[in-house]
């Protein structure tokens, strides 16, 4: 499937663009391409330090179904990694997934995960999951 969805994150100044470009599953499980470029003036990185980052928001690339209880299915590798910083201006292209099956008949989001802003941004931190939503038939 080629959802080729694109989605943003406002600050204060700039904004950072997630979009899913890919997703497929089967039998051996499932595999998103996505980007996130940084449109912004600040530098930011992912965290799952529960030290860091509110305990309601799970870290790291996932999808979860879309429904009231939300069950995430976490990505077993990201390739390439996430860098330790995205820079201003800079772009990370690469796939994540999983060998877990998915439910059939579910409907999904993908999530990037939690990120960590400086306070110039506005914000301390996010989140990021897609508003848009793909059903596995």
């Known amino acids: 499937m080629r959802p080729r969805w694109t989605e943003q994150k406002q600050f204060n100044r700039g904004k ?5 470009r890919t997703f497929s599953y089967g039998n ?5 391409g996505a ?7 600040f530098s930011f990185h992912q965290t799952n330090d529960d030290k ?3 305990p309601y928001y799970l ?12 069950r995430p299915f976490f990505a077993d590798y990201v390739t390439p990694a996430f ?8 772009t ?11 439910v059939h008949r579910a409907r999904y989001q993908f999530a990037f995960g939690y990120f960590l802003t400086p306070p110039q941004s506005g914000y301390y931190g996010f989140y990021w999951i897609t508003t848009h939503t793909i059903r596995v038939p």
């Open 92 to 102: 990370w292209s690469g796939t994540f997934g999983a060998s877990e099956l998915l």
């Open 52 to 54: 860091t980052r509110a």
């Open 35 to 41: 980007r996130i470029i940084n449109h912004s003036p």
């Open 16 to 20: 950072v663009l997630f979009q899913v």
């Open 83 to 90: 860098p330790p910083s995205l820079q201003p201006g800079a």
């Open 59 to 70: 870290g790291g690339f996932q999808i979860v179904t879309s429904r009231r209880i939300r």
């Open 28 to 32: 051996w499980g499932w595999k998103v």
